[in-house]
Nanobody, 121 residues
Framework: VQLQASGGGLVQAGGSLRLSCRAS????????MGWFRQAPGKEREFVGV????????YYADSVKGRFTISRDNAKNTVYLQINSLKPEDTAVYYCAKAPQYTTVPGEYDYWGQGTQVTVSS
C-alpha cells in the first residue's frame, strides 16, 4: 500500500483547505485511514480517523467542528476538510492506514509523505 497526500499550502487564518490522500494497493473495509499532524518541535498529533467500510469518523477534541474527514471508495481517496484555519493549525499533515481502529501513531502500518499546511495570521 502506498499513500500519497496532497493539498497543503499557505492560507490566511479563517480560510479553508482540503487535503487528499490517495491509497494505491488493496484496502480492506475493516481498515481505517487516520490523519495526523506534526508541528515543528512537537510530537505527532492525532487529528481524526475514518473507517473505509462504514465511513464512520472520530476526531480529536481539538479539531471537532472544524475538521471533516470523508472518503471516496471508488477513488481510494480520503479527504480532510479543514475550515476556519488558525495559525496553530500550521503543521505537516500526514495520512496513514491501520488494520483496525486506533488513534495511536505506532499502530498505523503505512504512512503518506506528509503535506505542509501553513496558516498566516
Amino acid at each position: 500500500v502506498q499513500l500519497q497526500a496532497s493539498g497543503g499550502g499557505l492560507v490566511q487564518a479563517g480560510g479553508s483547505l482540503r487535503l487528499s490522500c490517495r491509497a494505491s494497493g488493496r484496502t480492506f473495509s475493516s481498515s481505517v485511514m487516520g490523519w495526523f499532524r506534526q508541528a515543528p518541535g512537537k510530537e505527532r498529533e492525532f487529528v481524526g480517523v475514518i473507517r473505509w467500510g462504514t465511513g464512520r469518523t472520530y476526531y480529536a477534541d481539538s479539531v471537532k467542528g472544524r475538521f471533516t474527514i470523508s472518503r471516496d471508495n471508488a477513488k481510494n481517496t480520503v479527504y480532510l476538510q479543514i475550515n476556519s484555519l488558525k495559525p496553530e493549525d500550521t503543521a505537516v499533515y500526514y495520512c496513514a492506514k491501520a488494520p483496525q481502529y486506533t488513534t495511536v501513531p505506532g499502530e498505523y502500518d503505512y504512512w503518506g509523505q506528509g503535506t505542509q499546511v501553513t496558516v498566516s495570521s
